[in-house]
């Protein structure tokens, strides 16, 4: 079909060119040092939402720049969680 009907909200990108965008943003969140994280990304509707863990703050800010670099001009929503995973730095003291 096409038409104005067939574009959708002016300015919102195709179905096809997000689904493409994130595609490619998964193919680079899988490559390198990034690779072995659990980040899910989904489409919702004309925005995007990144979602996991991630071992620290620096992976975290390396995902979000990632995500900006690949999706500018999206609604991009994060619910990243780092997780902590150092020795701890005392005893745990049992009772």
Do not use: F, K, N, W
Request: hydrophobic share 40%.
């Amino acid at each position: 079909m096409t038409g104005p009907d067939a574009q959708g909200a002016p300015g919102a990108p195709a179905p096809e060119h997000l689904e493409y965008r994130v595609a490619h943003l998964r193919d680079r969140l899988a490559a390198g040092d990034l690779g072995e994280l659990g980040v899910r990304i989904e489409v919702r509707g004309e925005a995007v939402l990144l979602t996991g863990a991630v071992p620290s703050a620096r992976c975290r800010d390396d995902v979000r720049r990632l995500a900006e670099e690949a999706l500018a001009g999206l609604p991009v929503h994060y619910d990243l969680q780092v997780t902590d995973s150092s020795s701890p730095d005392h005893a745990e003291e049992l009772a």
